[in-house]
């Protein structure tokens, strides 16, 4: 439908009062444009009228339906982040806060009449706010979250229909994620944490069996896809409200109510695995937030017992953690996003809790056997992790090797048995350990035990590579000595000729581990051994 007729008869009902003139025509447009997204630069100025002349109607006193119909073209208006001026203001948030029944006194906020008027301008806030800094800034003014926050309240008391709870959260979580002074408030003020933890307990049907400790029934059917939406919805919010440290007695203990729902999302499925995976995602992105010394919640399961050789403790969600790590290593993809939260979640576990660290590294770095192939080769989860740890992207790299090298206990020497110098040279050169020994962690003396197959071949064992090598003719055997010499001196020149080019820099270890130019590393050799000379 042409732009500017739709404009006249929103014009027209300014002036007027034809609302059923102007719902007919709303209602064609947002039937073509229900999934346009990109628009036409040169109706942009258009569009701002529009958008200006559907708030000055939302303000009048129309009927429920013509709002709706408003709203709903608005809303598709909005996915335009320029044409948000005239929505943009006091006035024009006051107006969608007030459709949205957000608007009310104290803690309380106005009963929902009309379910449907409600929810589309709840998704109006949504794309306004998110496309619009001066938006943003407004439901800061006008105290958006609070009247959030009094909505979801009434979430586990007397109900809300499920898009009306999902939009909710879903714009309490865009608030929560583009301003930190809402943040701040919703931590501190509106208590939001505690209020998020009832709604999933509600939304997940939880049972304390202990003080942090929830009942899980691994035959339970699956979560409902609703359900599992609001879920997310909470789980993204509270990601961005623990964001900062709980210094206090009070947050620490929401922490470990935290830890232990998310031991109970990660145990539960839905209703198709791809949901599944999302959610378990949301989970694991959450735990990355909280403190380690929270995270023993996960494994301490009295109700469903636990294993003896790992002090009792229940391994099943960190049997979960690693098969999702796999998952998401095997789909070969987004590794920088779909990886970094659970390498980093299981290397602090692995790092300050014995026993999961115990426990993974059985799964992931068992007592060597046969080592005829390289690291890197293979389709155990040591092989795809050593791949991973000389991947283009620096962060996957560097996440990859800390998970290795803290399951190693820091120990240079284990590292390399299991990678290779080569394949973990960047992450020692990274933390100056290229002349071996061990990282800073404080880690048990116990469980590092070779095999007698690993033992009898290990003299055999090319460092660099990390496997035994078939033996290879050797290429200098019958070169005369004046032979080998011109080779050498062949290569001398032209390394010497590449570095001049400063196409390549000879690099040196210095005394300290950390590697430097190869000047640099030989003078610093020769002024030590002077002064141990001198001495």
Known sequence: MDLNTVLSKVESIIESSSEEEIESVLREYNRENSQTFNFDP???????????????????????????????????????????????????????????????????????????????????????????????????????????????????????????????????????????????????????????????????????????????????????????????????????????????????????????IMRHVLMIKTQTEDKTEELHSHAINLLSNIPVLCLGVMISVQSRGGIEEYSGKNMDVIQVLLDFMVKRIDKGSNFKEGLTPVFSLMTESSRHHRDIRKYIKAQVLPPLKDVKNRPEVGTTIRNKLVRLMTHVDTGVKQSAAEFLFVLCKESVDNLLKYTGYGNAAGLLAARGLLAGGRGGGQYSEDEDSDTEEYKSVKPFINPITGHVEEPMPNPIEEMTEEQKEYEALKLVNMFDQLSRQQIIQPMGVKQDGTIAPLAEAISQCNMESCSSDSD
């Open 42 to 260: 040169k109706e942009e100025e258009k569009r701002k009228k529009l958008c200006e002349g559907l708030i000055r109607i939302l303000g009048k006193n129309v009927q429920a339906s013509c709002q709706t119909m408003c709203l709903e073209t608005l809303r598709i208006l909005s996915r335009d982040k320029k044409v948000l001026g005239p929505v943009a203001t006091k006035q024009g948030m006051l107006v969608l806060a007030q459709l949205a029944a957000l608007q009310g006194t104290g803690e309380s906020v106005p009963e929902i009449l009309e379910v449907g008027l409600v929810v589309e301008a709840l998704k109006c806030l949504c794309n306004v706010i998110f496309n619009s800094v001066a938006a943003q800034q407004l439901s800061a003014e006008i105290n958006l979250a609070s009247g959030l926050c009094a909505r979801l309240r009434m979430y586990t008391g007397q109900g809300l229909s499920h898009e009306v709870a999902l939009f909710s959260l879903r714009l309490l979580f865009l608030l929560s994620a583009l301003r930190t002074d809402v943040r701040s408030c919703l931590r501190q003020e509106l208590k939001a944490v505690d209020l998020l933890i009832e709604i999933l307990e509600h939304i997940l049907s939880i049972k304390w069996v202990g003080k942090y400790e929830v009942a899980t029934d691994l035959e339970a059917p699956p979560l409902p896809l609703e359900d599992n939406e609001r879920a997310m919805e909470a789980l993204k919010t509270l990601f961005n409200l623990t964001l900062s440290d709980f210094n206090d007695e009070d947050g620490a203990h929401q922490l470990r109510l935290i830890t232990a």
